[in-house]
């Protein structure tokens, strides 16, 4: 019998993980099945219950769920722990392991795919929710001259910043204290460009800019990345990129074998127009 994996949400028809994952078992020649769970709100535990009992191998967690899969774990990587959330479970016997990929995905993707380095370099990382929290870490791991943390709410950026300062160079700013600064890579992790916004970010960060990066995925040319086209930022990427990696580094996790991402990231690929 196939092993099973799925992805759970609320709402989950949007995900593209069945998709990316069944390109991937099927090039790799992987015996796996993979779908979609819509849990109800406040319904995550029964759900995951039920999925093991069915023999269920592994999930990948997505909004509203990646705080109660760090809840439900019985083991959480250091990763999982630092962002308080999950983005994938593994079911060993007994053992439930907790891991997130997010910013591991995110750094391959610039590092592999997009082949910028991140290390000795200024980085400025827009927002302090999960998305920001996810890629504090795997940022901090690949030795940036200095990561700059702003957000709206400035306390948000405070408190990230403390928990990396024992990682690596790392600072709090408000939006109003970036006019004048310029760094060679900025990441959009604010969720502004979800409802066609813009973060307060004066347009001098983008001046020496060699990588504008917007986390979210599909939505082409979001106002984020409009802002630092017109500042002559090139190259300009979305999350596709990232999207794939986490869903690669959880395949590799799962089954062993990693594997290409190329074919999946070209066929998800919205044109940033
Ligand atoms: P996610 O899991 O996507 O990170 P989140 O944890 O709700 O979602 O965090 C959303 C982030 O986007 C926060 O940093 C938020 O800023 P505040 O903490 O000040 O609320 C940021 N954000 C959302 N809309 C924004 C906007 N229009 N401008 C600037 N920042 C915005």
């Given at each position: 019998?196939?092993?099973h994996?799925?992805?759970i949400?609320n709402p989950?028809?949007?995900?593209?993980?069945?998709?990316?994952h069944g390109?991937?078992?099927?090039a790799s020649?992987q015996?796996?099945t993979?779908?979609?769970i819509?849990a109800p709100?406040?319904?995550?535990k029964?759900?995951?219950?039920?999925?093991?009992?069915a023999g269920g191998?592994?999930?990948?967690?997505?909004a509203?769920?990646?705080?109660d899969?760090?809840?439900?774990?019985?083991?959480?990587?250091r990763r999982v722990?630092l962002a308080?959330?999950?983005n994938a479970?593994?079911f060993?016997?007994?053992?439930?392991?907790?891991?997130?990929?997010d910013?591991?995905?995110?750094?391959?993707?610039?590092?592999h795919?997009l082949?910028?380095?991140?290390?000795?370099?200024r980085v400025?990382?827009?927002?302090a929710?999960?998305?920001a929290?996810g890629?504090l870490l795997?940022f901090l791991?690949q030795?940036?001259l200095?990561?700059v943390i702003a957000?709206?709410?400035?306390?948000?950026a405070?408190d990230?910043?403390?928990?990396?300062a024992?990682?690596?160079?790392?600072?709090?700013s408000?939006?109003a204290?970036l006019a004048?600064?310029?760094f060679?890579l900025?990441f959009?992790a604010t969720?502004a460009s979800?409802?066609?916004?813009l973060p307060?970010?004066p347009?001098?960060?983008?001046t020496?800019?060699s990588?504008?990066?917007?986390?979210a995925?599909?939505?082409g040319l979001?106002?984020?990345?409009?802002?630092?086209?017109?500042?002559g930022v090139?190259p300009?990427?979305d999350?596709?990129?990232m999207?794939?990696?986490?869903?690669a580094?959880?395949?590799?996790?799962?089954r062993g074998v990693?594997?290409?991402?190329?074919?999946?990231?070209d066929?998800l690929?919205?044109?940033l127009?």
């Amino acid at each position: 019998m196939s092993d099973h994996y799925a992805v759970i949400g609320n709402p989950i028809a949007q995900s593209k993980s069945p998709m990316i994952h069944g390109m991937f078992a099927q090039a790799s020649g992987q015996d796996m099945t993979y779908t979609r769970i819509e849990a109800p709100l406040g319904g995550f535990k029964d759900a995951v219950d039920a999925f093991r009992a069915a023999g269920g191998k592994g999930l990948n967690i997505t909004a509203p769920f990646k705080l109660d899969a760090c809840d439900y774990a019985s083991e959480r990587s250091r990763r999982v722990q630092l962002a308080g959330a999950a983005n994938a479970m593994k079911f060993v016997g007994e053992r439930v392991l907790a891991e997130n990929f997010d910013g591991v995905g995110l750094v391959r993707d610039v590092t592999h795919n997009l082949q910028c380095a991140l290390k000795g370099k200024r980085v400025l990382l827009l927002g302090a929710g999960g998305a920001a929290r996810g890629a504090l870490l795997p940022f901090l791991a690949q030795e940036p001259l200095e990561l700059v943390i702003a957000n709206r709410t400035l306390q948000k950026a405070f408190d990230l910043a403390s928990i990396g300062a024992q990682w690596g160079r790392v600072r709090s700013s408000s939006y109003a204290e970036l006019a004048g600064h310029s760094f060679d890579l900025v990441f959009n992790a604010t969720s502004a460009s979800l409802r066609g916004e813009l973060p307060p970010v004066p347009a001098s960060v983008f001046t020496h800019c060699s990588l504008a990066y917007e986390f979210a995925y599909g939505k082409g040319l979001t106002p984020f990345l409009r802002l630092a086209r017109n500042s002559g930022v090139n190259p300009l990427a979305d999350g596709v990129g990232m999207l794939a990696e986490q869903a690669a580094e959880a395949f590799f996790w799962w089954r062993g074998v990693r594997p290409e991402t190329r074919a999946v990231i070209d066929k998800l690929t919205v044109p940033l127009v």
